[in-house]
C-alpha cells in the first residue's frame, strides 16, 4: 500500500483534491472568504454599518449558494470560514444600525 500513502502527501495547496477542476465552485468559494473576512473587518466600524450590512447580505446569499454546490472539501472550508465572518461582522453592522440611521 505505498502508493495509498504517496497518493495523499500532496505539498501544494488546492481547492481541486479530487483532481478535476471546479472554476466557479472555486471562485464562489474564495469570494465567500474575502467578503466575509472584510464584513467582518468593517462590522467593527461604526460609521460602516451601511457598507457591512449590504456587503454582509451579499456574502452570505453567495456563500450559501457556493456551499450547495460545492465539490470538495477544501472549498467547504473556505466557504464556512467565509459564512462565519461575514454573519459576524452583519450582525455587528446590524448593531450599530443596520441599514439605516
Known amino acids: 500500500m505505498p502508493e495509498a500513502a504517496s497518493a495523499r502527501s500532496s505539498s501544494h495547496l488546492t481547492l481541486n483534491s479530487?483532481?478535476?477542476?471546479?472554476?466557479?465552485?472555486?471562485?464562489?468559494a474564495v469570494f465567500t472568504?474575502?467578503?466575509?473576512?472584510?464584513?467582518?473587518a468593517v462590522g467593527w466600524?461604526?460609521?460602516?454599518?451601511a457598507l457591512a450590512s449590504v456587503l454582509g447580505i451579499v456574502s452570505m446569499?453567495?456563500?450559501?449558494?457556493a456551499q450547495?454546490?460545492?465539490?470538495t472539501r477544501?472549498?467547504?472550508?473556505?466557504?464556512?470560514?467565509g459564512l462565519v465572518a461575514a454573519f459576524v461582522g452583519t450582525a455587528l453592522g446590524f448593531g450599530h444600525g443596520g441599514f439605516w440611521s
Open 18 to 28: 479530487d483532481g478535476q477542476q471546479h472554476p466557479l465552485e472555486n471562485s464562489l
Open 33 to 40: 472568504l474575502v467578503t466575509g473576512l472584510i464584513v467582518f
Open 45 to 49: 466600524v461604526v460609521r460602516l454599518h
Open 61 to 65: 446569499l453567495v456563500g450559501l449558494y
Open 68 to 71: 450547495l454546490i460545492s465539490a
Open 74 to 81: 477544501q472549498e467547504r472550508m473556505l466557504i464556512v470560514t
